[in-house]
Structure formats: C-alpha cells, structure tokens
C-alpha cells in the first residue's frame, strides 16, 4: 500500500458515466489517498480571467498540484476528448506554476465505439504536450462498450482489463514515487 496522493480527471460530467467508474476501479488499484477534481468549471474567457481566476480553477489547481499523480478518464466524442477536457486545460495552463507540468499521468478511455476511445485518448496525449506532461504510453486502456463491462456496483467485469489497468497503475506509482525517471 502507498500513501501516495492520486486525482483524477472525468471527462465526462453525468453521474452515472463509465469513465467515472473506470477512474475509481484504477484509484482503488492505485491505493493511497484519491480525489476527483471537478471540470465543472466557467468556460475560458479572457474576460473572465481578467476579473480574477474562478474559484473553480484555483481548486482544481490546487488539487492537481498537492497530487502525486494525475488519472485522466475520458470519453471519446466525435473522436476527440469532450469540450470540458480542453477548457480545463485551456484554465490550467493560465495558472503559474501550471499545475500539470512534470507531473506523472495516465490516460484511460471508455467509448461506446469499438475502438474504446483509442482516438480520443491519441488526441489528449498530444493535447498535453504543451503542459510538459508525458503520459505513460503503456499499457493502453480503451474499453469498448462499456454499458457490458462494468456489473451494477460499477465494478470491471472484465479480467483482461483490471490487468491492464493493474500493470498502468503500478507504472503510475513507481514513476510518482521516483522509482523511475
Ligand atoms: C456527443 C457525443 C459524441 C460521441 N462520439 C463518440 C465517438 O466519436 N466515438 C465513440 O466511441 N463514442 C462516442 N460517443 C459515445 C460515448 O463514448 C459514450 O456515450 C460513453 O459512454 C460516454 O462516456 P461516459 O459513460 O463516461 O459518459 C459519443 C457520445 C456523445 C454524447
């Protein structure tokens, strides 16, 4: 077990969303202490943010930042990462220091197409880049269908994929506790 502080990112904002089951099935394999950071946030406006940066945005950053590691699990619309996903980034990044840079990060998708998100999730890795984050690149998780693959409780059925998230969990770990550079 590890004492080590992961949040997680959903991209998507219904209750009842996959990727929201599939963050918490990969916090439980983390271990340690685990947040949610919301992307319920204003739309980024110059404007706004010339009033004072919303109170939304300062959480965020300040739960991102008091973090070890960052999990993002996100959807696929219309083959790319949600709106919200971008416009947190877009408020991330007005933050100094960005929250996000350095910081150790996987990615996870859920999608109803075939492919699990597979686009989405190649999208958000370079989405990144300008955050000076590198996401581990493996193993990769995209659940395809996930109305079949999670029981009533929201738990993975799938034992192919608990050990996916497994071996990216423990890569998670052993980077955000400098066990590897
Ligand atoms: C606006 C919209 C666009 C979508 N586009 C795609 C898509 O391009 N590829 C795909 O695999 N699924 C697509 N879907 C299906 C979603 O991936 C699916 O509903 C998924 O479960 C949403 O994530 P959630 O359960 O975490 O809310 C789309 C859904 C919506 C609402």
Redesign the pocket.
């Known amino acids: 077990m590890t004492d080590l502080t992961l949040v997680g990112l ?5 209750a ?7 963050m918490l099935e990969a916090a439980g394999i983390f271990g340690g202490r685990f947040t949610e950071g919301s992307l319920r946030l204003p739309l980024f406006d110059e404007d706004l943010e010339a009033e004072g940066m919303p109170s939304e945005v300062e959480a965020l950053g300040a739960a991102i930042a008091g973090a070890d590691a960052v999990l993002f ?1 996100c ?6 990462p ?1 709106g919200v996903v971008k416009n947190a980034l877009d408020w991330l990044s007005r933050l100094k220091p960005n929250p996000l840079a350095g910081k150790p990060v996987a990615i996870v998708t ?8 597979e ?2 999730q190649n999208v958000l890795r370079w989405m990144l880049v300008p955050h000076r984050v590198e996401p581990l690149s493996w193993p990769e998780v995209f659940v ?1 269908a ?2 079949k693959e999670f029981d009533a409780e929201g738990r993975l059925l799938s034992e192919r994929y608990r050990k996916q998230l497994e071996t990216l969990m423990e890569r998670l770990r052993d980077q955000a506790s400098g066990k590897v550079g």
Do not use: D, F, V
Request: charge should be positive; charged fraction near 20%; proline fraction near 9%.
């Open positions: 959903c991209g998507s904002l219904r009842a969303s996959y990727n929201r089951q599939l699990a959807p696929e619309y219309n083959k790319a949600p859920a999608a109803g197409g075939r492919a699990g998100g686009r989405s395809a996930p109305e």
